[in-house]
């Protein structure tokens, strides 16, 4: 029993580092949305936001055997965070000659902002809790009891993982807000980042055993995660650098 609890406990420990690193990814995502309205909205577009993850990231859980049997739910997830990636690099990067556009673009109402953003946060649930079952389904069932089609046990480990990431993102998301503040250049890395998460919930599609136009174990391989994650870092640590140049030539 006690070889059992101390598994439980590292998957526990790794899942919240996982979680916590996908909340943090999402935490961007509301804060470059949200960055446009007054200080006030802001802050109200971030509650709805936040309850929004925590209220899909919990419906995702229960039905997380649906999401990983159906890979149109990934492509459709893959689909949404690559549009309003490469929408945001297009219109600011080689759409320069029709400022009011973009600039009305980036006025989206209240509503139509809190709109967005929940649909971001489908999409990072839907990663979030693929990526808590592929670790938690590895530890050993506790009892016969089942939870949305998965064993007690790990349910509860995905449960609690998924609830700390989101206590993470609830700091996370206001921080970021300041951060992009003080460096707006860091929301072409911000979308960048969003992207890339969007190619990530793309290989998983592609590599579905359903749809297989790649290796179904390549989405799951140890080559796989290291690539994902060293280009994440990258993106992040460049657009950093790039955003504290750019703040010394303006000072």
């Given at each position: ?187 072409t890395a911000a979308f960048l980042i969003v992207?890339?998460?969007g190619v990530k919930l793309a290989v998983l ?27 994440l870092l990258g993106i992040a640590v460049g ?13």
């Amino acid at each position: 029993m006690e070889t059992i609890l101390l598994e439980y406990a590292w998957v526990l420990l790794v899942l919240v580092f996982l979680e916590g690193l996908l909340a943090a990814d999402n935490a961007v995502v509301m804060a470059v949305m949200v960055k446009h309205l007054p200080r006030e909205q802001q802050k109200k577009a971030l509650f709805y936001g936040l309850f929004g993850a925590f209220v899909f990231r919990f419906i995702a859980l229960f039905l997380i055997t649906v999401l990983a049997k159906y890979w149109q739910i990934q492509a459709i997830g893959a689909a949404y965070l690559l549009f309003i990636s490469i929408k945001h690099l297009y219109d600011n990067h080689f759409n320069k000659g029709d400022d009011d556009e973009i600039k009305e673009g980036k006025g989206s109402g209240f509503w139509m902002t809190v709109v967005k953003v929940e649909f971001a946060d489908i999409a990072f649930a839907i990663d979030s809790m693929l990526a808590a079952v592929a670790i938690a389904m590895t530890l050993p069932h506790l009892g016969d009891f089942e939870i949305g089609g998965i064993n007690a046990g790990p349910f509860s480990v995905m449960f609690l993982g998924g609830f700390i990431g989101l206590v993470i993102m609830r700091f996370a998301a206001q921080w970021f807000v300041k951060v992009l503040q003080d460096y707006p250049s860091l929301e072409t890395a911000a979308f960048l980042i969003v992207g890339w998460v969007g190619v990530k919930l793309a290989v998983l599609a592609l590599g579905h055993e359903n749809l297989a136009i790649i290796d179904p174990h390549f989405p799951h391989s140890t080559a796989w995660k290291v690539i994902f994650w060293v280009v994440l870092l990258g993106i992040a640590v460049g657009g950093y650098l790039t955003g504290v140049a750019k703040n010394k030539k303006a000072a």
